[in-house]
């Protein structure tokens, strides 16, 4: 899928710079068309014949030496390219791209740019944790590029952390999944996908939460966006990575869940919901550390809204998946809810048996549909459980567009 395309690798000051050469390589050898741009740090560290040789292609490094009078390069190459890498992205570089800074032939490239940009941050560990570092990412996140997180491991500085460049194979793994994409079964669809706990706040340090750990639902965005779709993961508090090309939104609560879920919904085709949403909140929560007392305490709960509920009242085109995790008599709770709830499939699993449930890298489900359809499906990874997930909402698009194709015919 990577055959032809046209991948503008953008290469900064690093001592990572030397798998920025193997990238090149990599990518060549897949059928790219790579253009390489290097900052005259990167230069210091790996020269621009290196990547002449490995690309078979001119390599740029200033923005004032323009090689074609009849372009100009930099508006050239961000006009060029199917997708823009930034491997290794340094902090400096980082900063400079989210305040639109232009000072060289990359970040003045970045900013014409309109096609896809891929960050992949290399440094220290301390560097990569520090406040302004991560206020950069979130501010870029936000603009629309996308990162590839760094792997933990020996750093050259001598440290042990998280902040190596992704290995050269990975990225092009990445970028094959990503032209793959737009052909996919979800090729131009948007997919929500809920994901994880909510915690419901008692006072400043105690909540109300459950078990959930996530990993279904990011099995589930994965698949999503590896079938073609944008897929927007709303996630509550986890502690494991989205996966790249997702567009991940963090909450915090069930009221969060349901105004962010709300917000994307109009726009979206289907739903999946995959979060343990909390079904009470305490009445009172309390600016202030609740400080213990003689004798036992009481929190009074009242209801959070039912976001699956809502949505099924709500929904026109859209497809909607629900979960129901049970510890008995899961066939008549799961139908009860596909009824109730006005949802087009469920997904019932027994979180009582070995193997499924919270925390497991497996799951044991069965999926049922409102047609009267249902399937029971073994003991597997989660992510195959996933996959199975995503072809199934996929045949239910399709079945809706066919409908809606059959109506207006009429």
């Known amino acids: ?65 323009e090689k074609n009078p009849k372009v100009i390069a930099h508006i050239d190459l961000a006009d060029w390219a199917d997708l823009i890498l930034v491997a290794p992205a340094t902090a400096n570089t980082i900063a400079k791209i989210a305040n639109g800074l232009a000072d060289n032939m990359i970040t003045t490239t970045l900013l014409a740019a309109t096609a896809p940009v891929w960050i992949a941050p290399a440094m220290n560990v301390h560097m990569y944790d520090h406040p302004a570092v991560k206020k950069n990412i979130e501010t870029l996140y936000n603009y629309g590029y996308r990162f590839i997180e760094p792997g933990e491991g020996y750093l050259a500085c001598g440290y042990v952390g998280k902040g190596r460049l992704e290995e050269p194979e990975k990225i092009v793994s990445l970028a094959e999944t990503f032209f793959q994409n737009r052909t996919g079964v979800l090729a131009g669809k948007t997919v929500i996908v809920t994901a994880g706990p909510t915690r419901e706040k008692i006072d400043p340090v105690r909540f109300i939460s459950n078990h959930s750990t996530g990993k279904m ?57 995959t979060a343990a949403v909390a079904d009470y909140r305490p009445k009172i929560q309390y600016e202030y550390k609740v400080k213990k007392q003689d004798g036992d305490a009481l929190i009074e709960l009242e209801r959070t809204k039912d976001i699956l509920f809502e949505l099924g009242q709500k929904k026109t085109k859209q497809i909607l998946v629900g979960f129901a995790a049970e510890t008995d008599h899961i ?75 059959r109506e207006c015919n009429c």
Do not use: W
């Not at 055959?3 to 690798?9: D, M, P, T, V």
């Not at 409102?370 to 499906?377: A, N």
């Open 331 to 405: 066939d008549e709770y799961a139908k009860r809810k596909l009824e109730k709830k006005n949802a087009d499939m469920i997904v019932a699993n027994n979180v009582s048996q070995e193997g499924a449930g919270f925390g497991t890298e497996t799951n044991i489900v069965t999926i049922y549909k409102k047609d009267g359809f249902s399937e029971s499906l073994p003991l597997m990874s989660k992510q195959k459980v996933a996959e199975k997930i995503i072809n199934e909402v996929s045949l239910l698009i399709k079945d809706m567009s066919e409908y809606e194709d």
């Open 217 to 273: 639902g990011y099995a589930i965005a994965e698949e999503a966006f590896k079938a073609g779709a944008r897929v927007i993961l709303v996630s509550g508090p986890v502690s494991i990575d989205a996966p790249p090309g997702v567009e991940l939104v963090k909450v915090e609560s069930a009221k969060e869940m349901h105004k962010e879920v709300f917000s994307h919904f109009e726009d979206s085709d289907a739903v999946i919901k």
């Open 1 to 65: 899928m990577i055959n032809g395309k046209k991948i503008l690798l953008c290469v900064t000051g690093g001592i990572a710079v030397y798998k920025a050469a193997a990238l090149t390589s990599k990518l060549t050898q897949a059928g790219a068309v790579v253009k390489v741009i290097l900052s005259e740090s990167a230069a210091k560290f790996v020269s621009p014949l290196t990547f002449q040789a490995l690309s078979k292609n001119e390599v740029y490094t200033d923005t004032f030496d």
